[in-house]
C-alpha cells in the first residue's frame, strides 16, 4: 500500500480541479473521403540518399551493430564498438 500512496495523493489533487466549464474532448472523425489516396511518388535519388550517410559500403548504409549483446542478456556499451 505504500507504494501506492504517491498515486493516491496525486488522484485526490486531480479530484480538486474545477473542470465544470471545460467542454468535454472528442476526439474529430476522419471520413475515408478526407485520407489522401496511396499512390506511388518518386523518391529520393540513391546517391543523394547515400551522401548523406556517415557510412556506406557500395550502396549500402552501414549501422553499428546494438542488438548483439542484448540477446546474449548483456548491455548495450559495445554497440558505439566498429565492426
Not at 13 to 23: F, K, L, S, T
Not at 38 to 42: G, L
Not at 44 to 70: C, H, I, T, W, Y
Given at each position: 500500500?505504500v507504494?501506492?500512496q504517491?498515486?493516491?495523493?496525486?488522484?485526490k489533487?486531480?479530484?480538486?480541479?474545477?473542470?465544470?466549464?471545460?467542454?468535454p474532448?472528442?476526439?474529430?472523425?476522419?471520413?475515408?473521403?478526407?485520407l489522401?489516396d496511396?499512390?506511388?511518388?518518386?523518391s529520393?535519388?540513391?546517391?543523394?540518399?547515400?551522401?548523406?550517410?556517415?557510412?556506406?559500403?557500395?550502396?549500402?548504409?552501414?549501422?553499428?551493430?546494438?542488438?548483439?549483446?542484448?540477446?546474449?542478456?548483456?548491455?548495450?556499451?559495445?554497440?558505439?564498438?566498429?565492426?
Open positions: 500500500m507504494a501506492f504517491p498515486l493516491l495523493v496525486f488522484f489533487a486531480i479530484q480538486r480541479v474545477e473542470v465544470a466549464a471545460v467542454a474532448f472528442t476526439q474529430p472523425q476522419i471520413s475515408r473521403a478526407e489522401r496511396d499512390v506511388a511518388r518518386p529520393m535519388e540513391r546517391e543523394d540518399f547515400l551522401a548523406n550517410v556517415p557510412q556506406r559500403k557500395g550502396n549500402s548504409v552501414r549501422v553499428s551493430v546494438v542488438l548483439e549483446n542484448l540477446a546474449a542478456g548483456g548491455d548495450s556499451s559495445s554497440a558505439d564498438r566498429q565492426p
